[in-house]
T-cell receptor
Framework: EAQVTQNPRYLITVTGKKLTVTCSQN?????MSWYRQDPGLGLRQIYY???????DKGDVPEGYKVSRKEKRNFPLILESPSPNQTSLYFC?????????????FGPGTRLTVT | QKEVEQDPGPLSVPEGAIVSLNCTYS??????FMWYRQYSRKGPELLMY????GNKEDGRFTAQVDKSSKYISLFIRDSQPSDSATYLC???????????FGAGTQVVVTP
């Protein structure tokens, strides 16, 4: 089944404890991205990747890191999480970075930082 | 200020009614416009996609884009309880990397 998977789905952690949220797609997509969703603000892009080893900042990259060492995986790293990073995170992928190709979203990861 | 503005609702309608959703955007370089549907505890899924101005129809759903007024609309005819969800509008220039979302409108269709 073609899909975008994220792990973990739920995570409660403490301020400053490094964590990684994994994202994987099995559709051989070139484009992958990370969003956070907050009430009243909608979805905001954190980082995106046009292809392997090519990443760029989105609208809210502060406090996050990403890497794209292989096509199928795009992990999101929070080196020192803070309470303002409490949010619902979505990974997405698309065959290419152009909007004529549909973007598919993962199921989401709910992160709470205390 | 957000590049895409959307009334958060909630918007409550009786089954069978027409649902009308609207967004405004400020970036005149936007060429691609989307509507996503998001059920509770799920990721967004693409509902409608429009390039430039005009109308697009898909079953009970119609998307309209008026670039002169920077206005995006979605109409849902013969609404069903299964249409109850949050609807997100979005726009971008020529890349998914520049995609901007509205805050989303919660729609509740009551039987």
């Amino acid at each position: 089944e073609a899909q975008v998977t994220q792990n973990p789905r739920y995570l409660i952690t403490v301020t400053g404890k490094k964590l990684t949220v994994t994202c994987s797609q099995n559709m051989n997509h070139e484009y992958m991205s990370w969003y956070r969703q907050d009430p009243g603000l909608g979805l905001r892009q954190i980082y995106y990747s046009m292809n392997v080893e090519v990443t760029d900042k989105g609208d809210v990259p502060e406090g996050y890191k990403v890497s794209r060492k292989e096509k199928r995986n795009f992990p999101l790293i929070l080196e020192s999480p803070s309470p303002n990073q409490t949010s619902l995170y979505f990974c997405a992928s698309s065959l290419k970075g152009a909007p004529s190709y549909e973007q598919y979203f993962g199921p989401g990861t709910r992160l709470t930082v205390t | 200020q957000k590049e895409v503005e959307q009334d958060p609702g909630p918007l409550s309608v009786p089954e069978g009614a027409i649902v009308s959703l609207n967004c405004t955007y400020s970036n005149s370089a936007f060429q691609y416009f989307m509507w996503y549907r998001q059920y509770s505890r799920k990721g967004p899924e693409l509902l409608m996609y429009t390039y430039s101005s005009g109308n697009k129809e898909d079953g009970r759903f119609t998307a309209q884009v008026d670039k002169s007024s920077k206005y995006i609309s979605l109409f849902i005819r013969d609404s069903q309880p299964s249409d109850s969800a949050t609807y997100l509008c979005a726009g971008t220039t020529d890349s998914w990397g520049k995609l901007q979302f509205g805050a989303g409108t919660q729609v509740v269709v009551t039987p």
